[in-house]
């Protein structure tokens, strides 16, 4: 009997069958990260972005407060990071969101939270490689007193959220650069790739360090007066500022959603995926705090607006020499490196998901069978990535990947207590969220409601031109191609 409209939308893939799945179809992902080099995939895509860039767009918004929407989007992540470690226990397979939400709320769903994450860790990685530009030309300044041509890294594409300017003559050439360098790397294979982070990780965070003993140098308390932004022309006073703020910033959180997206290449993932997400949650948030309140107390407020390179131009003001700022825009240029890496391997690895479930075509999920990567899959999403980079202006990018990563994590909270109800208390998992299935769930749901409700009207337009082709594209090939579809 063929199944109805309705119950193809509902239909649901049990949680065991992904890995059987991916060995028969294309060939499998190869376990061989453990909880160290997992941990610094989080760290990688978190710590940095956030502060290297988003403090220019947030501080305008919220004023010396933006520690305060720093610490909202570190509760409301803490939130989702116990949903996340929960299922990330039960359904140990690549794709994270997208498969929690494949395993529970059916497959309608999943494809709508697969769309909210390619429309994330496409533009993350786009919108950083963007930002990495700016720390190599300071970097350039300091050390050789020589600049990249300003038409070979500006964007030819300029959005300040009502009109959109053309440059013509101008290409943004770094970030496209750094993307090719991290697509040479991901088609070595994740093994070689993690190793690369976790070093850089471990100069990133050797950076934040360095800069943030220098800042505290210059601290002054009367930075943080007037504490909430006052100017009410763009409605940003007060709490409003704040909150626009924290909507701005938390995309930078999506290194917990990539530890999850690795779940397939991870050796004993019930125990070191949930793990590997609270550390790097841990990591993340006391870094963010430190940095952001080293930086609030070495320079007013109004001076982050346009900012370029801004955590570099603070320590060259505290010190008035050039060297700190050399050494920070330096350890910059690397770890950012970093996050645009595990950004365009977290979206490869939701590509591969999505492919392996028929939804989108096979190409996605060949994987070569000397490196163990995704290759063609890398290509692609590289190639696209690159070209936004080279041809975009970042100032939109980072509340739309906040408004997919936001999403996401709804979607993620609403799977816990389905997935508890399916599977019943007796199913093997690594991890529980406290206080039942309801409490830490529902929170997290309101928590990124509430940040959501503040983010530009223009950001809600593009998000839903974008919803509306994924659900032209799921009705038109997606439900015809299902691997479910064709079980029957």
């Given at each position: 009997?063929?199944?109805t409209?309705?119950?193809?939308?509902?239909?649901?893939?049990?949680?065991?069958?992904?890995?059987?799945?991916?060995?028969?179809?294309?060939?499998?992902?190869?376990?061989t990260?453990?909880?160290?080099?997992?941990?610094?995939i989080?760290?990688?895509?978190?710590?940095?972005?956030?502060?290297?860039?988003?403090?220019v767009?947030?501080?305008?918004?919220?004023?010396?407060?933006?520690?305060?929407?720093?610490?909202?989007?570190?509760?409301?992540?803490?939130?989702?990071?116990?949903?996340?470690?929960?299922?990330a226990?039960?359904?140990?397979a690549?794709?994270?969101?997208?498969s929690?939400?494949?395993?529970?709320?059916?497959?309608?769903?999943?494809?709508?939270?697969?769309?909210?994450?390619?429309?994330e860790?496409?533009?993350a990685?786009?919108?950083?490689?963007?930002?990495?530009?700016?720390?190599?030309?300071?970097?350039l300044?300091?050390?050789?007193?020589?600049?990249?041509?300003?038409?070979?890294?500006?964007?030819m594409?300029?959005?300040?959220?009502?009109?959109?300017?053309?440059?013509?003559?101008?290409?943004?050439?770094p970030?496209?650069?750094?993307i090719?360098?991290?697509?040479?790397l991901?088609?070595?294979?994740?093994?070689?790739?993690?190793?690369?982070?976790?070093?850089?990780v471990?100069?990133?965070?050797?950076?934040?360090?360095?800069?943030?003993?220098?800042?505290?140098?210059?601290?002054?308390?009367?930075?943080?007066?007037?504490?909430?932004n006052t100017?009410?022309?763009?409605?940003?006073?007060?709490?409003?500022?704040?909150?626009?703020?924290?909507?701005?910033?938390?995309?930078?959180?999506?290194?917990?959603?990539?530890?999850?997206?690795?779940?397939?290449?991870?050796?004993?993932?019930?125990?070191?995926?949930?793990?590997?997400?609270?550390?790097?949650?841990?990591?993340?948030?006391?870094?963010?705090?430190?940095?952001?309140?080293?930086?609030?107390?070495?320079?007013?407020?109004?001076m982050?607006?346009?900012?370029?390179?801004?955590?570099?131009?603070?320590?060259?003001n505290v010190?008035?020499?050039?060297?700190?700022?050399?050494?920070?825009?330096?350890?910059?240029v690397?770890?950012v490196?970093?996050v645009?890496?595990?950004?365009?391997?977290g979206?490869?690895?939701?590509?591969?998901?999505?492919?392996?479930?028929?939804?989108?075509?096979?190409?996605?999920?060949?994987?070569?069978?000397?490196?163990?990567?995704?290759?063609?899959?890398?290509?692609?999403?590289?190639?696209?990535?690159?070209?936004?980079?080279g041809l975009?202006?970042?100032?939109?990018l980072?509340?739309?990947?906040?408004?997919?990563?936001?999403?996401?994590?709804?979607?993620?909270?609403?799977?816990?207590?389905?997935i508890?109800?399916?599977?019943?208390?007796?199913?093997?998992?690594?991890?529980r969220?406290?206080?039942?299935?309801y409490?830490?769930?529902?929170?997290?749901?309101?928590?990124?409601?509430?940040?959501?409700?503040?983010?530009?009207?223009?950001?809600?337009?593009v998000?839903?031109?974008?919803?509306?082709?994924?659900?032209?594209?799921?009705?038109?090939?997606s439900?015809?191609?299902?691997?479910?579809?064709?079980?029957?």
């Open positions: 009997m063929n199944p409209l309705s119950q193809k939308l509902m239909r649901t893939k049990p949680a065991e069958r992904a890995h059987e799945d991916s060995q028969a179809h294309g060939g499998g992902l190869n376990r990260l453990g909880l160290f080099p997992l941990t610094m989080g760290v990688g895509a978190t710590v940095g972005t956030g502060i290297f860039f988003t403090m767009e947030a501080v305008p918004k919220a004023g010396p407060a933006v520690i305060l929407s720093f610490l909202i989007a570190a509760i409301t992540a803490g939130l989702t990071a116990l949903c996340y470690a929960e299922l226990g039960r359904v140990p690549s794709g994270s969101s997208y929690f939400a494949y395993a529970t709320v059916g497959e309608f769903a999943a494809f709508v939270v697969a769309a909210c994450l390619l429309l860790y496409g533009l990685g786009s919108a950083v490689a963007i930002g990495w530009s700016d720390y190599l030309n300071n970097f300044q300091n050390a050789f007193g020589w600049e990249i041509p300003a038409h070979l890294r500006s964007p594409f300029v959005s300040d959220h009502s009109n959109l300017t053309v440059h013509s003559g101008n290409f943004n050439l970030p496209v650069l750094l090719v360098m991290c697509c040479i991901l088609v070595r294979g994740t093994k070689e790739s993690a190793t690369t982070n976790a070093i850089m471990v100069v990133k965070l050797a950076i934040l360090a360095f800069f943030s003993a220098i800042a505290f140098s210059g601290f002054d308390a009367a930075n943080f007066t007037p504490f909430f100017d009410n022309s763009k409605g940003f006073a007060g709490m409003a500022g704040v909150t626009a703020a924290a909507g701005t910033v938390f995309f930078s959180f999506i290194g917990l959603d990539t530890i999850a997206t690795a779940g397939e290449e991870v050796k004993d993932p019930r125990r070191n995926v949930p793990i590997g997400i609270l550390a790097a949650l841990i990591i993340v948030t006391a870094f963010y705090m430190l940095v952001a309140l080293a930086a609030m107390g070495a320079q007013p407020a109004h982050f607006e346009g900012q370029q390179a801004g955590l570099s131009v603070i320590l060259q010190t008035g020499k050039t060297w700190p700022a050399l050494v920070l825009s330096a350890g910059a690397v770890s490196f970093s645009t890496l595990v950004t365009i391997y979206q490869t690895r939701i590509l591969y998901a999505i492919s392996r479930d028929g939804l989108i075509p096979k190409t996605f999920q060949k994987v070569n069978p000397k490196s163990g990567a995704p290759v063609s899959n890398t290509l692609i999403v590289c190639l696209v990535v690159g070209l936004i980079a975009v202006d970042s100032t939109f980072w509340d739309m990947v906040s408004m997919g990563t936001l999403t996401a994590f709804i979607v993620v909270s609403i799977a816990v207590p389905v508890r109800a399916k599977q019943g208390p007796d199913a093997e998992v690594g991890f969220v406290p206080f039942g299935p409490v830490i769930p529902g929170l997290s749901i309101a928590a990124c409601l509430y940040i959501m409700k503040d983010l530009p009207l223009a950001t809600f337009r998000f839903f031109i974008w919803m509306a082709a994924a659900v032209a594209t799921y009705f038109l090939y439900v015809r191609h299902s691997r479910l579809n064709k079980k029957g």
